[in-house]
Each structure stands twice: as structure tokens, then as C-alpha cells.
């Protein structure tokens, strides 16, 4: 099983809709989820950060936890064409000699028409 | 602070061929790796290392040898190229904190095209 899981979509929105993107995991000892954003022909960029459990709103965007379901999503308030891209789930591993490296999703391609 | 680098951004190369794809960052951070990303396959990771001297294997390494004499440049080798390789290549730097939460930076990618 690996450790993270994502559906890789794609998703097709009008503007204006909440988009919501999931992921499950594996492993109930993940302390930290991380979502990129990479859009077309880009590197992936880092877009919210969140630790343990719940909530957190950083404009438009809200990354929410679910740890006794080993389930994050990120919610996107009032799509806009500009948040075409594709987001990837991402979770580090908090011990051993991996420290550093991140566990990503395989990446839900959005499109948000005008 | 330029982040992190790389180079080239495009290349083609005939089966059998080799070539080093180079990955700088000015960061000072401990760990570097690189993926390769597919269609539909996601971020898969190849090779990385923990510090100067110190390299492991990703999921998918065969095929590619890697090398840390700095803690700035990750060169990424393909030995003899093959058609399976044809991918987009990125590198990517983090520090390596024990408490997690590491945020990775991403270089711009090589397109990588094996004919």
C-alpha cells in the first residue's frame, strides 16, 4: 500500500465553484500535510502547511485533517481560472534516517473555466 | 538567492547515450533529491541524498547514478539512455529537521526526450 493516495482527476469546474481535492494515507503516525500547487510546465510549489488535526484558512483555501480517517482534503472557496493547476498532497516523515523526504500523492489535475 | 537550479531546461538524446542533468541550490540544505514525473504517475522518486557523500535510492533509481561532493550540486547521470526515460526530471532541495514538516523547493524541470 503506498503511502499516500490521490485521485488524479482531472477535475473540470466552472468559476466561481468550491473545489474540493482529497487524499488518504497510510500511515496513522503522520504528524504534518503539506499541499503543492504546480502549474503547466512549473516545478511544484508549496501552497499550505498544516500539523495533526484540523483546520487551517489561508485566503480562498482551507486544508482540513481528518486523522481518525487517515483523510485530508483542500477546499478551494470561489474558484478562479488562475487556480488551473495541479495540486499534490504531500507528507513527511517525521523520524529516521528519511528525514527530508516527502511522500506525494500522484497530483488532481484542476481546471477552473471561465 | 537564486533557489534551486537546473540544467538544461530541454534535451534529446539517441538511445545508448549518456548525459548528466545538473542541480545546484544556494540554500544550505542538508537533503536533495530528484523525481521524475510521468503522466498519470505522479512525482516518483529516483535517487537522494542526506548530505555531502551520503546518496540513497528512490523507488525508481535503475538506470541513473548520483553523487554528492558538496552540499550544493546533486548531478543526476543517465548511463545509457533508453526510451523509458523519455520524462520530465526535477530536482528538489529541503533542510532536514528531525521535527518534520520539511518544505521542499523544486527546481524548473528538464525535459527530458530519448529518441
Known amino acids: 500500500q503506498k503511502e499516500v493516495e490521490q485521485d488524479p482527476g482531472p477535475l473540470s469546474v466552472p468559476e466561481g465553484a468550491i473545489v474540493s481535492l482529497n487524499c488518504t494515507y497510510s500511515?496513522?503516525?503522520?504528524?504534518?500535510f503539506m499541499w503543492y500547487r504546480q502549474y503547466s510546465r512549473k516545478g511544484p510549489e508549496l501552497l499550505m502547511y498544516?500539523?495533526?488535526?484540523g483546520n487551517k484558512e489561508d485566503g480562498r483555501f482551507t486544508a482540513q485533517v481528518d486523522k481518525s480517517s487517515k483523510y485530508i482534503s483542500l477546499f478551494i472557496r470561489d474558484s478562479q481560472p488562475s487556480d488551473s493547476a495541479t495540486y499534490l498532497c504531500a507528507i513527511p516523515p517525521d523520524r529516521g534516517s528519511t528525514l527530508g523526504r516527502l511522500y506525494f500523492g500522484r497530483g488532481t489535475q484542476l481546471t477552473v473555466w471561465p | 538567492n537564486a533557489g534551486v537550479t537546473q540544467t538544461p531546461k530541454f534535451q534529446v538524446l539517441k538511445t545508448g547515450q549518456s548525459m548528466t542533468l545538473q542541480c545546484a541550490q544556494d540554500?544550505?540544505?542538508?537533503?536533495m533529491s530528484w523525481y521524475r514525473q510521468d503522466p498519470g504517475m505522479g512525482l516518483r522518486l529516483i535517487h537522494y541524498s542526506v548530505g555531502a557523500g551520503i546518496t540513497d535510492q528512490g523507488e525508481v533509481p535503475n538506470g541513473y547514478n548520483v553523487s554528492r561532493s558538496t552540499t550544493e550540486d546533486f548531478p543526476l547521470r543517465l548511463l545509457s539512455a533508453a526510451p523509458s526515460q523519455t520524462s520530465v526530471y526535477f530536482c528538489?532541495?529541503?533542510?532536514?529537521?528531525?521535527?518534520?514538516?520539511?518544505?521542499?523547493?523544486f527546481g524548473p524541470g528538464t525535459r527530458l526526450t530519448v529518441l
Open positions: 498544516t500539523y495533526s488535526s
Open positions: 500511515n496513522s503516525a503522520f504528524q504534518y
Open positions: 540554500m544550505n540544505h542538508e537533503y
Open positions: 528538489a532541495s529541503s533542510y532536514s529537521r528531525t521535527s518534520g514538516g520539511n518544505e521542499q523547493f
